[in-house]
Every structure is written in C-alpha cells, then in structure tokens.
C-alpha cells in the first residue's frame, strides 16, 4: 500500500513520517514516535482509554488516522509532566488517589486539561460530565472528580 | 513465629494515607504495560476467532495467508498441538483445553488459528484469507439444557457423555432436623448470569524462544508466575526451568488475569516456531469471548429456615453453575461459597447442592468474590424474603442473628473459621451514617407522593487470604491436593542503608508498592523515600501466590515481618558488638538502634549496613557479611478438609465484612433506578492504608453496580456472544455509580496476621448487588415486585412494574 | 483490530472531492470526522477501497445566519454546533439533540453532515431535521440539489444521497416566534446509542395547541415522524390529556424492534412516556417565550 506523508507536532516537537493511510493515530503515537503513555482499550471509540488532544482538544486516537492529524498538534500525556516536575492535575491525582492501575489515568488528565481550559473553575456536575467520556474500571471515579476539583482550586491560585 | 501487634497503637505508617509509590510514573505516561514492551526484531500476532459456539474444524487451508507478503508463519490449532499439549487445569479430571483449537470449537470467539507478521494489520489482513470448513454441532447453552445433553452436543466426550463436569451435596450440620423444627421457610429461586472483570487493558504477552537455550522468556501481565507459573513450561513442552517469566504491571485485573496461561502459551508457540519474538496481545473482541475469566453464571433455588421470631436455623442452596467450555480452577470458586455461606450469622446447618455444567460459552476464571459475592447476594435476598414474610425490618432480621464479638473465632457450619468481627458496630455505623429513621420518613411521604423510594441495607463477608484447598476440596477425586498458598518477599539493606524490597507477585491495580513500602517502614523504622520495590521474575522468584481472594497485603505483611525479623537480629547482633552492648538491652527507633535508656549510645541503620557490608572483621564470630533476608510467609491458620467434607477445615479465616446501604429512587415509567444515597462501611481489620481501601471499596462497589445493573455476557440460542464489544457489554460510566459513596470504616483486628489487617481488596462489589437490589425491591414494595434475577435493567424492571401492576 | 487496507485521497477542494467520489463508485466513502466509519472499519465491518478525505474543506465548516434562516456546513464539526450561540438562539432543538451524541471527543471530531449521512437508526439529528423541515443541499459533479429532509432518510444506515453525491449544507428554516421544543432520549448509559429518543416541537396560542412536531429515534430503520399523533394535539387544549392520547397513538404506531438492551415492548414504554414528558418540557419552554 502507497504510503502518505504526515507532518506533525506531537507535544511541540515536529515528526515527519511516511505512514499507510490506515495507521491508527494511537499506533502512530506509540509504536512510530514512541510514546506509550496513550493507551489503548477497544480500539471502536468506546472507553477513552486512547484520549489525546488535537489542537487542544479531545479526540479518541484509535477513531483517528494518522494521516488526518497532518499539520495539527497533537498533545499527549507526556506533555504534562514528570514525576519531580508534575502538572498541578497530576499532584491532584496523586494527593486524592484519582489512579489504581493507571490504565485510564492519561485519558482522564488530558480531559481535565480540555475542560480546565475552557472552564477554569468547574463545578463537580460539571467535571462528572466532562469525565463521563471515559471508562475506568478501578476508582469508582469518585477520587477522580476530588482530584480535578483540588487541581482547579490550586491552579486559580490555591483557593482549596 | 510473627508478632501480632495490636491496632491503633501509635503505627508511624500502618494506618497513614500515603500517597502512593506506584503512581509518579503512572501520572505520568510512563508506566510499562505489556504492550509497551519492545524487544529487538519482535513481530505480532493475531488469532482467528470462532463464529460458531460448536463445531467440527473439517479443514483449514492457510495457503493464501501465508502468501500475503509480510506474513511469517500461520499456525493451525493441530500444528500448535504437535508442539504444545494443553493448557494447566486445576480440574480433576482434567478438561483439555488445548491453546489454538485442533479439531473442534467449543465456543464464540475460540482461537482456530494464529497468524504471525511484521505489524498487527498486515496479521490481520492474513486472518481475512485463512478459509476454514466446520461442522457445526449442536449449541448448549441453556445450563438446565446441558444437564440432559448427551452425544454431539457433549463438549468433552473424553470425560463421558456428559456435560455435567462434577454433581456434588455438601451438607453441613443437621439439615434436615433444623428445616423440620423451622416455623417459616422461605424459598427464592434466582439467577446471577455472568458478567466479568474486562479491565481496560486486556490480556498480552511478549515471548522469545533463544535456541542457543533452549529457554523461553516471556513477558506477561498474568499473576501467579511464582506460584504455578512453570505449568505454561509443561503446556510449551520444555523443562519448567526453561521458561522464566517477566511481570509486566497490569492495567486492571479484578481477578481476570489470576492465572493467564493462554496467551502466554500461544505466544511462545508462535515464538518458537516463527525463530522470532512475537508479541500476541489480545484485542477488546478476542479478550471479551476468549478471555477465559466470564465470572460465575448461576442458577439459585434457596430456602431459608426460621423460628417466628426470626432466628434463622437453616440455608439450603441448590445451583446449576454454568462453567462455559472448559473448567480451568475447577469448582474453586463453590470453596469461596463455603468459605462465607451462613454469612455474618449464626446458621445452624447448611447444605449445598451443586451441579456444574459445561456449555458452549467462555469459561468462568476469576471476578472479584470469586463466587462468594455470589453467596452474599442470595443470601441477602432470602433473609429479606424472610423479613418481609414475617413482618420485620431488615435490620432487626440481620441484628438478631448476628455473630457476636465475644464468639470469636467462630467456627461456621462449613467447617470454616471467622477470626474476628462486630457487626453490630459496623451496622450501627452504617445506619447513623445513611440516617436510617430519616429515609424511613421521606420514604413514606414519597409513597403519598406517589414517587418510589427504597433502602436496602445489608450486611455481608467479605472473606480473604485463601487456602488452596478449596481448589480441590470440592473433588470427588483431589488430583493434585496442594495446600499451599504462600507469599515471598525478599528484603536487603545495601551498604548504604537503603532498603530493597523483591516482590513476587505483580501489580494489578492494588498497591503492592505501597503496602510494601509501608510495612518496611513500620517494621523497620526506614524513611519511604530510602525503600525501593521491584518484581523478581521467575527465575529469581520464590513461591507467590499474588492478589486474589483479598489476600496480598495480609500475607506480604507476613512475609516482610518474617525477613524484617531476620534483618533486626542480624543488625542487633551487629549493632551490639558496635556498642559493645548486650542485644537485649538495644531498642530499634527512628532509623536508629540504641541501648535502651541511653540515646546517645547508638548506631545508625546505615552505619550497621556498612559495617554488615563491608568489615567481616570486625563483626562477631559467628555472623557472615552481608545484610538480607528471604522470607517464605505461609498461610496464617489453614487445615485440611476432612475425608468425607462434612467438615471442610480452616480455609478462609480472615473474615471482614460490611454494611451497604443505598437509597434509591425508581421511575417506574420508564424503570431506571437513580441512587440518593450510598453508604458503604467496611471492616477490614487493621487498615493500613485508608486511602487506598477506600478505592477499593468506591471501585468496587461501581463494578457491583455493573454486575447488578448493567452487566451481562449475553449469549443467544446459537451461542452467538451479543455482548462483546464496549458498545454493548456496558461497563458503568460515571453517570451510573452514585455522586458520593460514604466510606466508613470499621477494625476489628484479626488475632492470625500481622498487625491485625485483613483484606480488603474485592472491597465494594461482595455488597453492592445485593444492595442495589434490596433497595429496588424496597422502593417496589407496594407493587410487590421482586428482584431475583440479574441485571436488574430498566427493561426488566419495567417488565416486573408491568406484571405487578397488571397482576393487581 | 486494525482497519483493512484502502487508497486514500486528500481532497483540498470541493470539486476534488466530488471527482474523486464521481471516480471512485460504489466502494468510495468520504472520510469526514471518521467517529463511525473508523469505528466500522477497525471492526472489519465495512471496507471500502478508496476513503475521501475531506478535513481540509474549510469552506464547508459554518453556522450562518440568514433572515432567520440557519445554514451549517456539513463538515461543521458537533461540537461547534454544541457551542454555538446562533445554534443555542435559532434552533434550540438543535442544541439541545446536541449533547445526546455520544461524548465529547466524538463530538469534537464527528460533522454534522458525516452524522445525517450516516443515518444511523438511533441517531439524534436526523430526527431533528425532520421534525424541523429542514432542507439538505447536495452536491455532484453534475451539479447541486436541494432535498427535504422527510425525503433524504431512507432505509437503514441509507439515505437518498447516490454514491457520488456529498452532503454540503443542513438548512434550518427560521424558527416560529413562541415554539416551544424539546428533545429527550434515553439510552442504556450515558452517551450510548439511544434506545428511544424523541424530536418536539409544539405551538401554542391561548392554551390551545396550533401546531405539532413528534419524530422519533430508535422506533425503526431511520427518523420517524408520527403524524397522527401531531394531529391528535392541534386544537386541543395544551396538557396532560392531549399529550396522554398523543403519547398512546405514538405507542401504538411504532413497531419497534428488540435486540439485547431493549425489547420492542420496552421501547413501546419509552415512546409513550417520552412523548409525554417532551410535550410537558415543550409546553414549559412554549410558556416562557422563545
């Protein structure tokens, strides 16, 4: 199969690859550029699991291929932090217990970062909704909601 | 040989909410799952799926499959045979389930063939050519069905031309005399179908064969590599010592990857045979038919036999346990029954009658409960029959039969032991906490109201550390009568100071990290931030029978004890030459070992491992360099069954419990059920970790929900799966678990494990069915509709509105 | 599960679309947001051999007001429908059918004209159109048509657009002064296909109904219109009474089917109980003013 060429800024560094046009942005991601913090779960658009953000916003990458993301910015997990330099989202999670296997954690940060974006200060009716998108089998969401809570409160200038 | 210290008592870190060791690098995207994983010239593979649920394989012409450029092997079934025998079964008789189907499919969705490629797509392309002929046979899969099948519609003719895989009674106690003196009997008939854990990620393994070797390396997300893990060894055909087994962390598990053997075997199958490392990792579709985890698919007839009063004499249980098409844990999960059967009460007698029936469905594996959630639920439901029928609140019913706090340990009718409980306490705790009288009163001006609102409290076991025993005690014939079940640690101070903990079981989800880094702290006063945890794989392991059954942190609080105490004798020898002290007069304290009532004179924990590493001349005679300690911790109090299992012996002690109470709201037009409130106490002994309980009993308590409401491998008449994709087999989102489950806890420390704790694990979903259907039946009352059959849909709790109210 | 192979085609102008469909024939689809056709594909459950894309046609992304009249580029993306004041203003049908498409992400990705086209059975919009008489423009390289909505959907998964045709523009006629609406659905959990979902609109001049819309979701093989049931309401007083009978004749008029989450009984239930908790929610919005 011809290949198409894709040019893309994956957490604001460029990538020029050559890919088959049926190339799954999650595999993109992981296998062709390496970045194995995205996540994959059903591969039909249902759990979240393979959230990334195309030009700030949510878009499931496994519904997307490669070769639509030419020219866009795709923000994935890795952009948010490391463990001795976290996203505020990423201490909240860790200060309220928002993870069990860490399975869903990347597509439930990125979420709160679309939805902080837009919303700075959600209400909890708010942050449900936003979360609802993605599945986790672990936390019962519960801690989930708490932590996006604490990280909106924090990053408004620690207003708890 | 542990010290068993008492809860509460001033523990720096048992009992702290510790964030926790496992997640920076989870937060952060850089946790390394089994399809992470990389290796050097790796390729992939992909199975081809069933689409019958039974049927001869005629032929199967991989020809064109092969031809497809990219493609490296393609693999029937039969050729996987010739080199691989059949997957690990702890039945007796065994049922061969071979990895890749040879000439028959017993189920939707079963690997026939298997292609390996240079990428998944192209395996798949090269799936889309494999032509293959079947024969169907006659589909069972209705379990009374099965009881009666014979011929061509019986899936292991080897085994007799049956499909009933084992009929067994179990009667405990005097049965028969207790329902004859009963005033009231009350008999439901209910029906728990299956669902399953699906966690997000699915099952995978990374495997290369090395022929300068002969040994096999096998990356897999699988637990129970160090306690069985050299049976996928005998499956590949080589020595079990040519196989070692890489744990890869596990997005999820909830008991689904207990013991992954298939996936693991086939991929050193294709590994071998391709001269190349293959990566075989299940996709959402092979995983939801082919997973072999479906949870317990049961039909229920119960009868409960009481005095007037309330006093319960008696439990009879008759169940049909559809296993799906083979019987890997045998009939383990009718030990987690036995385990918790009379549940928190003082039931005289209880008898069991049980058929387990193969079908053409997936297998059972492990769901979390492992069939005692199972127990809970009908149990619960009958004593709220019996409520009903003799007019009493079902708090009162549950409160009279209680055991009491000074009855410990309580031998129940099974033969099995509670270690410790109060469940007046948590009862109590739960009902303040929902304010029982209050939803009492708004539940009666919502009936004037006309709106319908229910509470459904219950109060159950939550069992935890299993025996191996109850993986053959429900045997005719044991075969293999392991009793077992132990956990390893290894622990070693380096040079420095620091501490180094090897754990050999994986990490699913739950905290081993964590809890481990918790207890070696407590014990031996080390900073967090100075312990490290890894994973041994099995070729440095020590027996570890990993999570599962609520056990882990129990038993790796056993077994860092045990190598703790090894480590503090050496260093007190050590620290007592240093000091020129006697060992008895020296105390262990903040990282510091000093005579006791002179502060002054003491050594660091660094200063001993140093000493320890590197000055064998100046230590005692008798004590060699070095400073690490291996501890094989066994189950705390477990005894055989006896001979003729009226007695089943001690399996599952460590017995916590809890009381669920929600309230809910049902709109009876259109049937959806809406939670006002959720309150969910929980003893489980000393808590070292509340934080992290607490998780456990929130996610839990949403994947009861699922099983309750939601959740359902539905297979038609043809044993087509309906519900196999995320689509259709409906995992709760957030919208369907209720806004604030209320976490109370309750300890009542056990006297047989270190520091008292309990397990906790299985959490919110051993209470969270019946529950939910308490509170439905509750809210339904003036209808008079029952809840006995699951998933209590909108759908089917309309059909029941409809009936009831057409009914009068 | 990985997506069969295909040829793949960047379009950078309508025109380059609509040849490249004129070409293509049967077994060419246009790749718009992709949320269900790649959903489709990774399954194996459609493979067709050439794919459209069509992300780059910027001049098909647009809400536009006209006297009234509301245009939308098919290649408008359902979240910007979502978040649109005109949308939310001019057709609050619209923006309240909206929120029901699956999540978010899906949203921030799927057109509405890749959504209509599709036409799935349970689908929010396509019902939408119908209840609101809206006009679809449609484009070959023959040329352009107008075609009503109660005419483009036309069987299952199918509607009235040949395998060369591109949908271009949705066209909202103005919305009537006064008109309450509503929309409802209810699905298994939140952001599922729904079970039953229904399209209202009502007018009402001195308590009494002047004029109707019910159109259904998940009742058959597309959108469907009741008008018995809008007729059994005009002239009669606007409340329970009329909309009780509306909601019988619904009933009574579908013949729904079963699968695994609901049987035909069940969304019988549903379509009675909704129309009469649309009606209520319409006459509600009907009484505050537009």
Known sequence: MEQEKVVVSVNGVQYERMVEPRRLLCDFLRQDIGLTGTHVGCEHGVCGMCTILINGRTARSCLTFAVQVDGAEITTVESLGTPTNMHPLQAAFWEKHGLQCGYCTPAMLLTAVELLDTNPNPSRDEIREAISSNLCRCTGYQNIVDAVEHAAAQMNGGAS | ?808 | ?290
């Open chain 3, 1 to 290: 599960m990985k997506p069969p192979p295909f040829q793949y085609k960047r379009a950078s102008t309508v025109e380059e679309a609509l040849t490249a469909l004129a070409e293509g024939g049967d077994e060419t689809k246009i790749l718009a947001g992709g949320q269900s056709l790649i959903a489709m594909m990774n399954l194996r459950l459609v493979r067709p051999q050439m794919l459209v894309d069509i992300n780059r046609l910027t001049t098909l992304d647009y809400i536009r007001k006209n006297n009234g009249t509301l245009a939308l580029g098919a290649l408008t993306r359902q979240a910007s429908v979502e978040e649109s004041s005109e949308v939310a203003e001019a057709c609050p049908l619209m923006a309240e059918a909206i929120r029901y498409v699956a999540h978010k992400p899906i949203r921030n990705r799927g057109t509405i004209g890749g959504n209509l086209a599709h036409n799935d059975p349970t689908s929010e919009l396509p019902a939408v159109a119908v209840a609101l008489d809206a006009e679809f423009v449609v484009q070959s390289s023959k040329g352009k048509r107008s075609i009503p909505a109660a005419d483009f959907f036309t069987g299952y998964l199918t509607t009235a657009l040949a395998p060369d045709e591109l949908l271009t523009e949705v066209r909202v006629p103005a919305w009537p002064e006064g008109q309450g609406w509503s929309f409802v659905e209810i699905s298994p959990r939140k952001g599922d296909y729904a079970l039953v979902g229904v399209a209202a609109t009502l007018q009402v001049q001195d308590g009494k109904c002047q004029a109707a819309r019910l159109v259904y979701t998940g009742v058959g093989e597309h959108a469907h219109r009741i008008s018995e049931a809008e007729q059994a309401l005009v002239g009669n007083e606007a409340g329970e009474a009329a909309f009780s009978e509306a909601a019988d004749i619904a009933r009574r008029s579908v013949d729904p089917s079963s699968d695994v989450h609901a049987s035909a009984g069940y969304r019988r239930d549903l379509v009675a109980v909704l129309t009469r908790r649309a009606l209520a929610q319409a006459l509600e919005r009907c009484e505050k003013g537009a």
């Open chain 2, 1 to 808: 040989m542990s010290t068993k210290e008492k809860a509460g008592n001033g523990y720096k870190w048992i009992g702290q909410n510790m964030k926790r060791v496992e997640d920076p690098r989870l937060l952060t995207g850089r946790g390394k799952y089994i399809d992470d994983i990389v290796v050097p010239n790796m390729a992939h593979a992909a199975v081809l799926r069933s689409p019958h649920a039974h049927a001869r394989i005629k032929s199967i012409d991989t020809s064109k499959a092969k031809e497809l450029p990219g493609v490296i092997l393609v693999m029937t079934g039969a050729e996987a045979a010739e080199q691989t025998g059949p997957l690990p079964c702890f039945a007796n008789p065994p049922v061969a389930q071979p990895c890749i189907a040879t000439d028959r499919v017993r189920h939707v969705g079963e690997a026939v063939a298997a292609v390996v490629a240079e990428s998944r797509y192209i395996a798949e392309d090269a799936l889309d050519l494999i032509e293959v002929e079947y024969e169907p046979l006659p589909v069972v899969i209705d379990p009374e069905e099965a009881l009666t099948s014979s011929g061509d519609a019986v899936l292991h003719p080897d085994r007799g031309d049956t499909n009933i895989a084992l009929q067994r009674t179990l009667t405990f106690g005097p049965v028969d005399d207790d329902f004859a003196a009963a005033d009231v009997v009350v008999r439901r008939k209910m029906r728990w179908p299956r669902s399953g854990g699906q966690p997000m990620e699915t099952v995978g393994a990374v495997a290369t064969f090395d022929e300068g070797t002969g040994k096999f390396t096998i990356y897999a997300n699988s637990s129970m590599y160090n306690y069985v893990g050299w049976l996928m060894a005998v499956s590949l055909n080589v020595p079990p010592h040519k196989l070692n087994i890489i744990p890869t962390i596990a997005g999820g598990s909830f008991g689904s990857k207990l013991f992954v053997h298939k996936v693991p075997v086939i991929a050193g199958t294709l590994a071998r045979a391709a001269g190349r490392p293959v990566k075989y990792l299940e996709d959402r579709i092979d995983n939801m038919m082919s997973c072999d985890n479906h949870g317990s698919d049961r039909i229920y007839d119960v009868e409960l036999a009481l005095k007037n009063d309330g006093t319960m004499l008696s439990l009879r249980m008759k169940s049909i346990d559809d296993y799906g098409a083979y019987l890997q844990f045998g009939v383990g999960h009718w030990g987690n029954v036995a385990a918790q059967a009379s549940g928190p009460y003082t039931i005289n007698s209880v008898e069991i009658n049980l058929t387990a029936v193969l079908t053409n469905k997936g297998q059972q594996g492990a769901y979390r409960g492992f069939g005692s959630e199972v127990n809970n639920f009908i149990l619960e439901r009958v004593i709220d029959a019996a409520a009903d029928e003799l007019g009493m609140d079902p708090t009162e019913i549950r409160r009279k039969n209680f055991i009491q706090p000074d009855q410990f340990p309580y031998k129940i009718p099974t033969g099995n032991v509670y270690d410790s409980g109060n469940y007046e306490a948590v009862l109590e705790k739960a009902l303040g906490m929902v304010d029982y009288k209050g939803w009492r009163k708004k539940q009666e001006e919502a009936r004037k109201e006309g709106r319908y609102i229910g509470i459904g409290p219950i109060t159950c076991q939550e069992r935890s550390v299993f025996s191996s025993t109850e993986f053959w005690f429900w045997n005719h014939e044991p075969g293999f009568a392991l009793t077992s079940s132990p956990e390893s640690v290894g622990l070693k101070i380096d040079p420095l100071g620091k501490a180094f903990v090897t754990l050999h079981s994986p990490f699913w989800g739950n905290s081993p990290e964590t809890m481990a880094t918790q207890i070696v702290a407590e014990q031996l006063t080390i900073d967090p931030a100075d312990i490290e945890v890894t994973y041994s794989d099995t070729d440095h392991g020590l027996n570890g029978t990993g999570p599962g059954g609520s056990r882990y942190t129990v038993m790796i609080a056993g077994a860092i004890a045990g190598a703790a105490t090894q480590i503090k004798e050496k260093m007190f020898k050590i620290a007592g030459h240093m000091l020129e002290a006697n060992e008895a007069d020296l105390e262990l304290a903040e990282g510091k070992i000093s005579v006791r009532g002179a502060p002054d004179r003491s050594v660091s924990i660094p200063d001993v491992a140093m000493q320890a590493h590197y000055f064998r001349l100046s230590l005692p005679d008798d004590v060699n360099s070095g400073l690490d300690a291996n501890f094989v911790y066994d189950h705390p109090y477990t005894t055989m069954p006896s001979e003729d299992r009226s007695d089943l012996g001690v399996f599952y002690p460590i017995m916590g419990h809890m009381c669920h109470i929600p309230v809910v709201e049902v709109d009876i037009e259109t049937g959806q059920v809406k939670f006002l409130k959720y309150v969910a106490v929980h003893d489980a002994g000393t808590v070292v970790n509340p934080m992290t309980l607490a998780g456990h009993i929130r996610g839990g308590t949403a994947q009861g929900i699922g099983s309750a409401m939601y959740e359902q491998f539905y297979y038609d008449s043809e044993g087509q799966l309906l519900t196999a994709n995320f689509a259709d087999y409906l995992i709760p989102t957030i919208m369907e678990v209720p806004e604030n489950v209320e976490v109370g806890h309750v300890e009542t420390p056990s006297p047989f494990t270190e520091f008292g704790i309990k397990g906790g694990g299985e959490g919110g979903r051993m209470g969270a069915p019946p529950a939910i259907a308490a509170a439905i039946e509750d809210a339904l009352k003036p209808l008079g509709v029952k809840v006995d059959v699951l998933p209590i849909t909108p759908m089917r709790l309309r059909e029941l509105i409809r009936e009831a109210q057409a009914g009068g």
